[in-house]
């Protein structure tokens, strides 16, 4: 058997959902609240129309890589109108080779709007002829029709994506160019049947794949600002600590070496930019400043030539620095047995930081200034 693809759901008949008491952190499950369009009207002209679209999502070349062909090598495309045309031409859905044929699509299929409700009221306690485990209609179709009873609120069409699924991460460029396509489509829809229908056509996924796409730019553009400005604030404070340019200058460089080689590692870990992961970028520039920021002060305080300085560096701050990258690492150590995924990976990160941070401070910043050829104003007795 195949994956299951993330069902993506072209829906007449509802408005934008009403937010109004919504908390993801107190209760995730609670997204909001269905408004529905009083305007909605499944005449049969809108039948004719929706089904041209199954028919044209089953049918078109360009639907062929978004949307995922079933084991009979058809689209998997869930077409509730096909049913209901059918169901209102035979009678039945009894037949189902008669119903898959689509002949009844030669005769007057179309379910009057006097006769919907009578119609419809037969038609969910019929076995449907695509649900592989002989389910009902209004268990196959739940989230494609929407029906209290009374009244039909709301109908669509659905259809399994090829590239998205439930289980996997995307990048946000695959998604995007995923979503882009889709609302073309949707526009397309609206332009062509908004009239008929009384309602614009809703484009959404229920693995909220779209939601976690949007979260991944806030993501991005999060960690990104949070990393410049960090960066920016470390070289402001090592200036004017230091009060040489050239020494702010490698130790930014520095810092941005240690930025890159963390996110590398935890890229390399599996992880993927999420909440936990744009907070943590955002703090980097402020845990890599640390231990540079020490060694060029002390370097610039040092009397003497260059490499009597650099020695006295190494003499006075080195043995510092080193004993507290030791006590950080072995302080982050603990936090690997959380079960918690924040401490998790907040001691994956900071071990990570520390180690490079450090790496990068005595190896990598004081060999640029010993190999520099900077002029240093000798301190003043």
């Known amino acids: 058997a195949q994956d299951t693809g993330t069902h993506i759901h072209f829906i007449w008949g509802l408005s934008d959902v009403d937010r ?33 679209v199954c028919d044209n999502l089953k049918t078109q070349d360009r639907f ?35 119903v898959k044929s689509g002949s009844w699509k030669n005769d007057t299929w179309q379910v009057p709007e006097d006769e919907l409700y009578s119609t419809i009221k037969e038609l969910i306690h019929e076995t449907s002829c695509y649900d592989e485990d002989f389910g009902d209609m209004l268990s196959y179709y739940s989230n494609n029709f929407g029906w209290d009873g ?85 070289f402001i404070v090592i200036l004017l600590s230091t009060r040489r ?53 002390s370097y610039v305080t040092a009397h003497g030539s260059k490499e009597d300085r650099i020695k006295s560096t190494f003499g006075d701050m080195g043995v510092s620095v080193l004993s507290g990258m030791i006590t950080s690492v072995m302080a982050s150590i603990p936090l690997f047995l959380c079960n918690l995924t924040f401490f998790a990976k907040f001691g994956a990160f900071l071990c990570y930081t520390i180690a490079f941070s450090w790496i990068f401070a005595n190896f990598g910043f004081m060999s640029a200034i010993a190999e520099a050829n900077f002029l240093t104003m000798k301190k003043r007795n």
């Open 150 to 234: 009374n009244q039909l609120r709301f109908i669509g069409i659905s259809f399994e994506s090829s590239k998205l699924d439930p289980w996997s991460v995307l990048p946000e460029d695959e998604v995007r160019e995923q979503y882009n396509f889709l609302t073309q489509i949707q526009k397309e829809l609206n332009n062509k049947m908004e009239g008929a229908c009384g309602s614009k056509v809703t484009m959404s996924d229920l693995d909220q794949k779209f939601i976690f796409m949007n979260n991944q730019e806030i993501y991005r553009t999060s960690a990104i600002s949070g990393s410049f400005f960090g960066i920016l604030i470390a």
């Open 245 to 297: 340019l050239h020494i702010a200058i490698l130790a930014t460089l520095n810092i941005c070496c240690v930025l890159v080689s963390v996110i590398g590692a935890v890229t390399m870990s599996g992880w993927s930019l999420g909440t936990n992961e744009s907070i943590l970028i955002s703090i980097l520039a402020g845990f890599s400043v640390d231990y540079v920021v020490h060694l060029s002060h």
């Open 20 to 52: 109004s008491g919504v908390s993801q952190l107190f209760d995730p499950q609670y997204t909001g609240k269905a408004v529905f369009e009083s305007a909605f009207d499944f005449n049969e002209q809108c039948q004719s129309l929706m089904l041209e």
């Open 64 to 98: 062929k890589d978004v949307i995922k062909s079933s084991s009979g090598g058809l689209r998997s495309v869930q077409c509730i109108v096909d049913e209901i045309g059918a169901f209102h031409a035979l009678g039945s859905l009894s037949k189902c080779s008669e």
